[in-house]
């Protein structure tokens, strides 16, 4: 009788706990609301750089984009709204407000910005409308994805938002070798779960009033070859000189390795070139005006709690015509090639709020840091800086 009832027993129990599981199972199956589906985001940056060999023209960090030698500044305060399209909700769209020192260097031509403009972060609105688009996903095998509007570039490694990059300051690719946003559009589709690829028009490079006829084209290979490792290879390609001019290039790799614990693994590797490049033709002082860039980066961080991560960073890259660098570096022009290293220490202070400690060395075989006057002259091949750092996520 005992063996019986215990029997009865084990089965109610056994009974209860599959309804369980398939109660939960539905309960996470069940599809989310549009509003659920719908993602924001909110945070806020500031910094303390040194110049620990002193700049040379006012505050300028030379071959930074973003952080000066200005005592406490205020970076970025960003505000996102978006949505990616779905099977139940197959619009999306997505609107990306910023404001602070960081965004005045990233607007767009035709965007706060002017042509006249040669500087955008000296004279230019220190807010921006870093992203505006809409997005619809056409129920065509594993789902094609449209976008239009104004969107941040597929390629590199970083993106403009210092917080989701492993240390604050921005590699020379970031600043050099690619775009950082486009007007136009996009098309995706998911070939294989590994697999996905995207291509579409756009403006241009950091242009939204178009200064030819003609529009550059740029694209996406999206892989995972394997668990934990994803590897894009990202390129764009079109006149981005007034009138039509030739076409300017650039292919962009970048791969992540995420397999072993609490450790990342990254790297970026860029190649690009112009023919009949406008400065080079405006010198002419050369028997080619063709031009090329390249560089890579490699990137290491480790997550030695939940609280602290350390990063480091070594890069290098090629300008052997000048004109990357050209509109940055007074006295520049010339053949140039830069190397960098990195060394992040992040901590998780409270909630969202983190900050950073950063120390990163910058050398060139030219002298092309510590700008002097009279004359803008370069006068130092190398630069060092140290950097503190505060973010706070609101959600």
């Known amino acids: 009788m005992r063996r019986g009832f215990g029997a009865v027993v084990?089965?109610?129990?056994?009974?209860?706990?599959?309804?369980?599981?398939?109660?939960?199972?539905?309960?996470?199956?069940?599809?989310?609301?549009?509003?659920?589906?719908?993602?924001?985001?909110?945070?806020?940056?500031?910094?303390?750089?040194?110049?620990?060999?002193?700049?040379?023209?006012?505050?300028?960090?030379?071959?930074?984009?973003?952080?000066?030698?200005?005592?406490?500044?205020?970076?970025?305060?960003?505000?996102?709204?978006?949505?990616?399209?779905?099977?139940?909700?197959?619009?999306?769209?997505?609107?990306?407000?910023?404001?602070?020192?960081?965004?005045?260097?990233?607007?767009?031509?035709g965007i706060f910005r002017d042509g006249d403009d040669q500087f955008p972060f000296r004279n230019t609105r220190k807010y921006d409308l870093q992203e505006a688009y809409g997005s619809y996903r056409i129920p065509l095998g594993g789902g094609l994805t449209l976008k239009a509007g104004k969107f941040v570039t597929l390629l590199g490694y970083e993106v403009i938002e210092a917080p989701s990059n492993l240390n604050f300051s921005r590699s020379f690719l970031y600043g050099f070798a690619i775009p950082l946003t486009h007007v136009g559009a996009l098309a995706s589709y998911p070939v294989a779960d590994w697999l996905a690829v995207t291509a579409g028009p756009v403006v241009g490079w950091d242009v939204a009033d178009d200064t030819n006829d003609k529009l550059s084209w740029t694209g996406q290979v999206a892989t995972t070859p394997v668990k934990d490792f994803a590897v894009n290879l990202n390129w764009i390609t079109g006149p981005e000189q007034a009138g039509q001019g030739e076409r300017r290039?650039?292919?962009?790799?970048?791969?992540?390795?995420?397999?072993?614990?609490?450790?990342?693994?990254?790297?970026?590797?860029?190649?690009?070139?112009?023919?009949?490049?406008a400065s080079l033709l405006a010198a002419g002082t050369r028997q080619s005006a063709d031009a090329r860039w390249w560089g890579w980066a490699l990137y290491a961080a480790y997550d030695w709690t939940e609280k602290l991560r350390t990063a480091v960073r070594a890069e290098s890259f090629q300008d052997p015509e000048g004109v990357r660098t050209l509109a940055t570096v007074a006295g520049a022009g010339g053949k140039v090639s830069l190397w960098s290293g990195t060394a992040t220490v992040q901590y998780r202070i409270w909630r969202g709020l983190v900050g950073r400690l950063e120390y990163r060395h910058d050398s060139a075989d030219e002298k092309v840091f510590k700008v002097r006057a009279p004359g803008l002259v370069p006068t130092s091949t190398t630069q060092d800086t140290v950097t503190v750092a505060l973010h706070y996520a609101f959600f």
């Open 249 to 277: 290039t650039v292919l962009d790799l970048t791969a992540t390795y995420t397999g072993v614990k609490r450790l990342t693994l990254g790297l970026n590797a860029d190649y690009g070139w112009e023919d009949d490049e």
């Open 10 to 109: 084990l089965g109610l129990l056994l009974a209860a706990t599959t309804a369980a599981a398939h109660a939960q199972a539905k309960a996470e199956e069940k599809p989310k609301t549009l509003w659920e589906e719908v993602a924001l985001s909110a945070y806020v940056e500031n910094s303390y750089v040194w110049n620990l060999g002193h700049t040379g023209r006012d505050d300028v960090n030379e071959l930074r984009l973003y952080d000066f030698d200005a005592g406490w500044s205020f970076n970025m305060a960003e505000l996102a709204v978006k949505k990616e399209p779905s099977e139940k909700y197959p619009f999306g769209f997505g609107l990306v407000v910023t404001a602070g020192l960081d965004a005045q260097k990233n607007h767009a031509l």
